[in-house]
């Protein structure tokens, strides 16, 4: 029988379930810092005390998601990685743990296979292990607070902007790894000291649920750029919007509440439920709410050994019930005053079998819900997270240990109850950055990649969200099949033909997006359309990759590829360099990267673009790829050509002759990860297209071999005083070249204007030691 987990087997710091509130940036002392610092670390790790055994970290609660230990391990790998890129470190903890733990798995689809990212036989590091490695990372940013100076007040530029971003992303792992242990097997978990669950009645149960009207107003969306606490990209910067007068329910759905739906056979009726929504409705075979347990052996969702667990058996103690509850650590009657907890699609349904006018709120609306804030003016007293009586008003902030009574907070003077805390609540926007939104150099695809019109928004923080998570201005997504401590309200519009102020997501990137899928009552959903503001994306379409693939292939051995490889093995040679190993980052299409292993033995081609990249692989293992001629107006040479029967030509793009194919390795990141390093070349040559070209140059220095060179490739205004801040004091520039087209044949005389200057860069210590 395995031993039972000991506080001395998880922890690196002292043990506590109480959250503190963050720090006011513009006037915060290293003390304070400090003592934020340690209180985030240790809730995350005094959670995982719901465990029984050591056993239970190398579990897999989700067939989507990691085992239990690479979420233990994550948050502090996270720390290294940014406090290495902002300069606060020098040196790294372990770089093999900064490597396995830095990337996990992104539940992009609910009918992927197994998803472990080191393969479902890999062998984890021992507790133990990790345990030490969190304990260095503690001491690491213990140093770093009290030798680093501190300088008020600490804004985005401030290199102190990459400690609060551990400390932030550390609490949302708190709430990430608690839904992943409440998805455990209850005979794996146990009550932790100091977790209080919350009553399962407040007074008199609240029955009926009537809708409050909301007047027509003006809402302020968004975070002010000198807000004086940390935030996440995706709420910078501030928005306006015009909300139409509608109603809303005074309370959220409750168990109580959905149980009609579920007994009224809506997880039956596919006519509740949109098309996405039925298909994952039918590939999970949902009878009822995740976090419900009935005694029909439902489908589990676990992954690896815990494949076959079902949480619904018969309970012999309470045969009487139809459904039980599992709460974070517990297996209970079920709370049917507690909101209930779903994903989207379910409460989707649940509006659409209540009757076609329900829905529900827009992220505008839930703003107009919320009580008269105080201006933003006034600085952190503005946001609830800061509010000292906080714990009076709100679920929030680890209250209590589960969720509690939707009546038991008092309403706001809106009438409505738990606007913020309790769970979160899905709001019907795609989650989208707010015009002139930008990413940060330090984390460029924390949002990003999520503004793509599958992600939807969840607002007002859950009982367990801390720090920022509950903050007024916090605004997450999730896809839309997601557990989360998330449940809804209902709303619905003053009058069935007024106009309902949604946001919703185009995205070139996704071909089959229909906006029509959409089930809100509108006319034309399209109207309601805005582009996503996650410039990478728009290059996800096939005319882009059309296009990308006649700029590699139709112009030949005279175009830009094959001239920046001759730049490339010419610097090198020239600066002692031998390189066996390279990295093409922005490969696109891959043609440089085929370039190079006419001479490299090994090579790397990265690519964020998903399009391109498999065209990419196409050419790479079929050898050719035909493609649709891209422009109108046609000038390449007949042989080139085949009349298609689209009254336009095809072309067709093949390897290269001489290129070696068993030395290429294609992969996708948004990013360059900390597995993709030890190269003796680096070439660089996306910065045209990339959200955040400073996030794209700051680790190029560590990714270099010694002796190694890195080669920036650009078009347009480029100039070294624009460059020089973003490649950082790491590296140091060799010379700088430019590389005429020569396309005489094919070029427009405008285009034979057109150059490619490249720089060649070296670490900088490198340089000075030579």
């Known amino acids: 029988m395995a031993t039972e987990l000991s506080r001395e ?25 400090l003592d934020y610092f340690e209180n985030s670390y240790s809730l995350n790790e ?47 903890v372990n770089f093999e743990y900064e490597t396995l733990f830095e990337t996990g798995v992104d539940e992009m689809s609910w009918d992927d296979t197994e998803n472990y990212r080191m393969g479902g036989s890999y062998q984890w590091p021992s507790l133990e292990n990790v345990v030490q490695f969190r304990l260095k990372v503690r001491n690491v940013i213990r140093k770093v607070i009290e030798d680093t100076p501190l300088e008020l007040p600490v804004t985005q530029e401030s290199k102190w902007w990459a400690l609060f971003m551990g400390f932030e992303h550390e609490r949302i792992h708190i709430e990430t790894s608690s839904v992943l242990i409440r998805q455990l097997p209850v005979s794996l978990v146990r009550k932790p000291d100091e977790w209080v669950s919350g009553p399962f009645t407040f007074g008199e149960s609240p029955v009926k649920n009537p809708f409050l009207p909301v007047e027509a107003t003006e809402v302020l969306m968004g975070k002010p750029r000198d807000f004086p606490s940390y935030g996440w990209d995706n709420e910078y910067p501030q928005l306006k919007a015009s909300v139409p007068s509608f109603e809303a329910s005074k309370f959220l759905i409750t168990n109580r509440e959905f ?71 517990e297996e209970t009657a079920i709370p049917w005053d507690w909101p209930v907890e779903v994903n989207y699609h379910e409460a989707k349904a649940y509006a659409a079998w209540k009757g076609p006018d329900y829905r529900l709120p827009t992220e505008s609306e839930h703003n107009a819900m919320r009580d008269q804030q105080a201006p933003n003016s ?105 557990f989360q401590h998330a449940g809804f309200r209902l709303a619905r519009s003053a009058s069935p033909d007024q106009d309902v102020p949604v946001r919703l997501v185009l995205n070139p990137a996704q071909q089959d997006h229909e906006p029509s899928e959409v089930s809100l009552p509108l006319e034309d959903t399209t109207k309601k359309l805005v582009l996503t503001t996650n410039r990478q994306l728009l290059t996800e379409t096939q005319t882009c990759a059309d296009e990308r693939l ?53 090579v790397i081609g990265l690519e964020y673009c998903e399009v391109f990249l498999k065209s990419a692989e196409e050419i790479l293992s ?58 003796d070349l680096v070439v660089h040559h996306c910065l045209e297209r990339v959200q955040n070209k400073k996030a794209w140059l700051i680790r190029l220095w560590e990714i270099l071999n010694p002796n190694g060179i890195v080669v920036i490739s650009g ?56």
């Not at 056993?55 to 897999?60: C, H, K, P, S």
């Not at 609660?61 to 948050?75: G, K, N, V």
């Not at 707010?434 to 019109?453: A, K, Q, R």
């Not at 002759?657 to 068993?662: D, H």
Request: hydrophobic share 35%; proline share 4%.
């Open 622 to 679: 079929n050898k050719q790829k035909v493609f649709y001629c891209p422009k109108d107006d046609c000038r390449r040479p007949a042989k080139r050509l085949k009349k298609s029967t689209h009254n336009g030509c095809t072309i067709t793009a093949k390897l290269p002759s001489g290129t070696q194919p068993s030395r290429i390795t294609m992969k996708q990141f948004t990013w360059i990860p900390n597995e993709v390093s030890g190269f």
């Open 378 to 482: 006034k600085g952190t007293e503005s946001d609830l997270i800061f509010d000292k009586e906080l714990h009076k008003k709100s679920n929030i902030n680890l209250v209590f240990g589960t969720s509690t009574p939707v009546n038991m907070y008092p309403a706001n003077e809106k009438g409505f109850h738990d606007v913020f805390g309790n769970v979160w609540q899905w709001v019907e926007d795609h989650f989208n950055g707010f015009p002139g939104n930008e990413t940060h150099h330090l984390y460029d695809d924390f949002s990003s990649p999520t503004y793509d019109g599958h992600h939807n928004i969840i607002l007002g923080g859950s009982w367990m969200s801390t720090g920022d998570e509950a903050s007024k201005f916090a605004r997450y997504a999730f896809r839309r099949h997601f």
């Open 259 to 329: 149980l009609k739906f579920v007994q009224a056979k809506g997880y039956d009726n596919e006519g509740l439920w949109s098309k996405e929504g039925w298909k994952w409705r039918t590939f999970r075979q949902a009878k009822h709410p995740s976090f419900w347990v009935c005694n029909e052996g439902c489908v589990s969702g676990c992954g690896g050994v815990l494949a076959g667990h079902s949480h619904c058996q018969p309970d012999v103690n309470q045969n009487t019930s139809t459904y039980r509850y599992r709460s974070f650590c």
């Open 46 to 92: 005094s959670i995982f005390a719901a465990l029984k055994t050591k056993d239970a970290f190398y579990r897999a609660p989700d067939r989507l998601r990691l085992p239990l230990i690479f979420y233990y391990a994550h948050t502090a790998c996270v720390y290294i990685n940014k406090l290495m890129l902002a300069g606060l470190i020098k040196e790294r």
């Open 715 to 770: 078009l347009g205004d480029w100039t070294r005083e624009k460059l020089e801040p973003m490649v950082g004091d790491k590296l140091r520039y060799l010379e700088t070249l430019a590389v005429h087209y020569g396309l005489d044949y094919w070029l427009t005389e405008a285009d034979k204007e057109t150059w490619a200057t490249v720089w060649c860069l070296k670490t900088r210590e490198d340089v000075q030691s030579a």
């Open 9 to 33: 087997d998880f922890l690196s710091g002292p043990y506590t379930w109480k959250s503190m509130r963050p720090c006011d940036l513009s006037n915060c002392t290293k003390k304070q810092i």
């Open 550 to 602: 006649f700029n590699e292939y139709v112009l030949d051995d005279i175009n830009l590829s094959s001239a920046l490889r001759k730049v490339c093995m010419g610097v090198a040679e020239r600066h002692g360099t031998k390189v066996s190993r390279a990295l093409d980052v922005g490969c696109g299409c891959g043609r440089l990267t085929f370039e190079l292993s006419r001479e490299v033995e090994q």
